[in-house]
């Protein structure tokens, strides 16, 4: 199990890359963190005729926060959003959700830009982007293009981005101080991808959501922002009301099968997802009683 | 065409220069090239863990790193954190727990292990459970390694001021 | 948890003092091994060295056209591509059937295909190469023409005459029928109050050892020699077959056992792809190295436990079980495995169902059907997982419609544990069991009572908790009624060669191999203890054919039973040996001196009067100042084989305690206990060690592992992302209890225990997740126990 051969240059500069990519184009692949395309090499699933290597482009590395704006850097890895203080003040749901993201030694070299980049639907990283109203920027030939997440996504491996083009940084608005977020998944063992999973971040005044953002993932081909948290928002949650929500819910998946779920699976697990994701940001265990098909 | 590239790292504190074909991957590299066969390679699609090394200070499969990307970079193997003894003490609480049986997960277990016990001097259970859980091992059932890490960590926070 | 209890039988040689026997003490050279300075197959190098890599087939059943390997031919770095009709000049093939499995058959098998492919992954061409990237790049170009055959995938179908024949000279796709009938099931049924019946389906899994399989072969032409280092647990078979299969005699193959990375039962058998590498370096004159890939050692590893079994057991009002009944069918693939045949692992299903309790009433019919699928075979615990979990489950079931608790029904119908010598409804022999014992201790251990009364309480607040209780026998320390009377050369007797050097240690050549069982340890524990040496001053040697005598290797159980009665009694010829002659240096007797610590002592007061280093340079270098007559001989050997009983069985019970999340499916396992009795401990903590890997293999067949074919016999999980192996995150605490009936067969005592483990794992899993169903009427005869089973179980999806 060795990769084919290929053709590797190391960019000095995003410059430097974005002129390999338009030189390669679709020949040509984006090595960042590594921890999904070179897997993929090994099993010679991919077979790339020439790399472009990120991995030195420090300029690319790192989380700021400016005014009311968070941004990271591509090359950020999961193991740097899993300790920095900035994420943990002004995005904790990416740090639950990171601690989800494979194993330690993963972690380290994964990167934010990859993930997203990669658009594996089970991943937790572009739902969490869909949940936090995150804007992708991305630079090519013609300069650089803020995509909204829910516009990113496109299916299955598949994004906005074009080939020549290099994913530079999110941008996330800094979330309020009273803001809560849940993060959860179903996965069979620690580290695996999701069976289905759930990042949300909410907005609770006086028992009630004055926002709600469910970024549902491994429901379908893309993460799914699911429309069906509007029926939540400014109503006191009943288990009537919840029970309507988690009907509209399922209008909205698309789940696919594999070998972990079947898609009434995958549509059962989401609506307990949900119903535990409400019960938990209201703190109301009332609310939790076992869901029926 | 695919040219070997040139690359100069630091490995176990040697300096090592080295012309690579971008395609070797830097398990295959350490253990072909370098004949540090205590790498080792179970699955080479970054599941198993048995190639864990240190790059730069952090654990990383070396299964899913190129050796071209090592230029300039600090790679340390189980035969480095050995001969310094910088593990001298997990390796023998292991011994004494029979913490390995085959020994073929072991190198990489041991880079995970105290790898977690760098950054968490004190973990419990649940813990070492979670930061192993990266690393397959199929003969112990993993209590004896839970153990012989939890023994460790507990030692060395007894001998820290 | 560990306790033992001294052996009321005084050993003789065992019960001195500063004796290593019971107590745990760490194993030698496990430093290697963590510094990373182990010599695994994988990690061998030799000068002239190349590496084969295998063309396989994509498709489950299909004739082979023709192959075009012109482009390959031409890659960077290609030394030769051969057919599987070029090797067949150098090598034979082979049938994989045993003549006391009264009626079995199989079909020929060549190390490459000729002419047609019967599984997705069989080889049809080795393209050899400088290395194994450029190898795997010319495979990329070696074109060959297959035209589809209908494949064989669904063992329920696999006898139906619609149903296409995998092998025509075969006449049909039966490899094996056993059919068994003991006392009056069908009147002991009638006279039940319930009758129950439940299918039971086991996941085809497989052993996914670390280090996947490794062979470098190195045919020296000059010297007429093949070498083989491989990770094997049986190098004299390697060595016989390997030299009757290449035209050679034994004397001319020599089999090295260096460190391996895992076992299991997987690297116990004769691979294609193996005796294809064997082939290939005598065809080419050089060194051959072939490393499975992870997704060549899912295709190709056998794979085990595709089972679908029928239970049905009868049971009276006051929990007295009446007769078991069973009808197996399992799917091994297109050929029988060579040459421990792919039949044992049914006919162990059969040996074992209802083998812990009282009734004799048994009928059972096993068949084992060919198709077109990867080979199946032993793997650890052959058949006992099966036979424990379609018997427990029964009796869980009985106890269930009953209305009796779980350990109560095993309390009425266990083997009484002063009934022995007596015989399974199978016709097994029992020599000694403890099960009554056994599970009184578990009953505490677990502290029944109060985990019953916890998920009492936990069930009213909706916390769906399990416990499942599963007994079990373990076959262990096999005689030739294994596999010498069905005509294999498989040994299975041990043979220890033990002597001193000249500066006073030992070396202790064995027959038994090591992958990490601790077979060195055991060994080195024996010889320390019989002979009156510190363990430091023993070296063993094992694993290589021209360094150690004949015999069977490690697998079954069988090295510490086996292997280290072959020690012992080897150990007690050389201290004999020792003492004859410290007793004419020192010019006393024999029987007035002992050996301890390394030094010869005067039994009465212990006074020391010659160190083994000293003794040891007046034989070897002194001799004149001997006195005449005497010929010192410190070498001795000695070679074991249970020859009373075929098997020596143990026994115990497992309990599981685990949460269903009702909602979800999933199950968190909190904690598992075993108590096992496998006769005299050598090694406590390597006892416990195996118990604890062999339950984790277990739970991860109950929980996740299965290998997932789909209609067309393409396995569609081959990679660890996909085939899920229970990892340190899910597994919990095991606590490990004993209880020690020797056996009187050997010296020493000791029965096996690799297999325990395994063997009730799944069984007390999916008994402890239909108790915490119970409240739902939901029951689960099926494993893994997939949350999307137990959700369709729930009925939510």
Partial sequence: ????????????????????????????????????????????????????????????????????????????????????????AHAPLLRDAVAHVAHPAIRNRGTIGGSLAQADPASELPACMLALDATIIARGPRGERRIAADEFFAGIYETALAPQELLIAVELPVQPKDSTHYFHEFARRHGDYAIVGLAAQALVRDGRFADLRLGFFAVGDRPLLARSAGELIDVAVTPAVLAEASSALDEELSPLEDQQATPAMRRHLAKVLLMRCVSSLLSRPDLCTGVSA | MTAAVAISLSVNGELVEASVLPRLNLADFLREHLKLTGTHVGCEHGVCGACTVRVNGDIIRSCLMLAVQMHNAKVETIEGVSDSGEIADLQSAFRERNALQCGFCTPGMLMAAQDLLQQSPTPDREQIREHLSGNYCRCTGYQAIVDAIETTARARAGRSP | ???????????????????????????????????????????????????????????????????????????????????????????????????????????????????????????VAAVVANSRAQGEDAAELVSVDYQELDAVTDMRTALDPTTAVIHASLGDN???????????????????????????????????????????ADWNAAEARLTIYQGSQAPHMVQNIAALHLGLKESQVRVVCKDVGGSFGIKVHIYADEMAAYALSKLLRRPVKFVADRVESFNTDIHARDHRCKGKIGVKRDGTITAFEIDDLTGIGPYSMYPRTSAIEANQVVNLVGGPYVTRNYRAR????????????????????????????LVDLAAMKIGMDP??????????????????PSGLRFEQLSHHAALAKLVRMMDYDALRAEQSALRARNIHRGIGIASFIEVTNPSAAFYGVGGAKISSQDGVAVRLDAQGSVICQTSITEQGQGSESLTAQIVGSV????????????????????????????????????????????????????AAILQSTAGELDIVNNVVVTVVDGAPRIELSELARIVYFRPDTLPPGIQPELMATRHFVPREYPFAFTNGVQASWLDVDIDTGFVKLLKHWVVEDCGTIINPQLVDEQIRGGVVQGLGAALFEKCVYD????????????????????????????????????????????????????????????????????????????????LTALGRI
């Avoid at chain 1, 993929?40 to 472009?52: D, K, T």
């Avoid at chain 3, 300075?37 to 087939?57: A, K």
């Avoid at chain 3, 309390?411 to 399974?424: K, T, V, W």
């Fill in chain 3, 407 to 424: 350990i109560e029904i095993r309390r009425r119908n266990l083997i009484a544990d002063d009934a022995y010598p007596c015989a399974s």
């Fill in chain 3, 531 to 582: 002979l009156g040496v510190s363990m430091d001053r023993v070296r063993v040697i094992l694993g290589d054919t021209d360094n150690t005598p004949y015999g069977g290797g490690t697998w079954a159980s069988r090295g510490a039973g086996i292997g280290g009665e072959a020690a012992l009694q080897a150990t007690k010829v050389l201290r004999k040996n020792i003492l004859d002659v410290a």
């Fill in chain 3, 711 to 790: 209609e067309r016999g393409q396995l569609t999980n081959a990679n660890m992302a996909d085939y899920l192996v229970p990892m340190s995150g899910e597994m919990p605490d095991i606590d490990v209890g004993h209880v020690v009936s020797p056996t009187l067969e050997s010296e020493l005592g000791a029965k096996g225990a690799g297999e325990a483990g395994t063997a009730g794992a799944a069984a007390a899993v999916t008994n402890a997740v239909n108790d915490a169903l119970k409240p739902f009427g939901a029951i689960i005869t099926e494993i893994p126990l997939t949350p999307q089973i137990i």
């Fill in chain 3, 366 to 393: 096993a068949r084992v059907v060919f198709q077109n699928k990867n080979v199946m075979c032993q793997y650890r615990a052959v058949g006992h997982p099966i036979a424990c979990s379609v018997t427990e489950g």
């Fill in chain 3, 1 to 123: 948890m560990t306790s033992t209890s001294a052996n009321p039988e005084t050993l003789s040689a065992l019960d001195r003092p500063n004796s290593y026997i019971g107590k745990t003490v760490p194993r030698p050279n496990l430093d290697r091994l963590m510094q990373g300075r182990g010599l695994y197959v994988s990690d061998i190098e030799l000068p002239r060295m190349v590496h084969v890599v295998f063309v396989r087939s994509p498709h489950a059943h299909a004739k082979i056209i023709g192959i075009d390997a012109s482009a390959a031919k031409q890659m960077p770095g290609v030394i030769a591509i051969v057919s599987g009709g070029e090797l067949a000049a150098v090598i034979t093939p082979w049938v994989g059937v045993l003549s006391h499995l009264k009626g079995m058959k199989s079909a020929p098998q060549n190390a490459i295909a000729i002419d047609r492919v019967c599984w997705q992954g069989e080889a």
């Fill in chain 3, 174 to 216: 039966l490899a094996f029928e056993r059919n068994h009938d003991a006392g009056t099931v069908d009147q002991a049924l009638a006279e039940s109050d319930e009758v129950i019946e439940a299918e039971f389906i086991f996941g085809r899994h497989t052993g996914v050892t670390l280090e996947p399989r490794a062979v470098v």
């Fill in chain 1, 1 to 88: 199990m060795k990769a084919s051969a290929f053709d590797y240059a190391r960019a000095t500069s995003v410059a430097h890359a974005l002129e390999l990519l338009t030189a390669h184009g679709e020949r040509a692949k984006v090595l960042a963190g590594g921890q999904s395309l070179l897997p993929a090499m090994n099993l010679r699933l991919m077979a790339p005729e020439f790399i472009v290597d990120i991995g030195e482009l420090a300029e690319l590395r790192g989380v700021t926060v400016k005014g009311d704006v968070l941004t990271i850097g591509a090359l950020t890895r999961h193991a740097d959003l899993l300790k920095s203080p900035e994420i943990a």
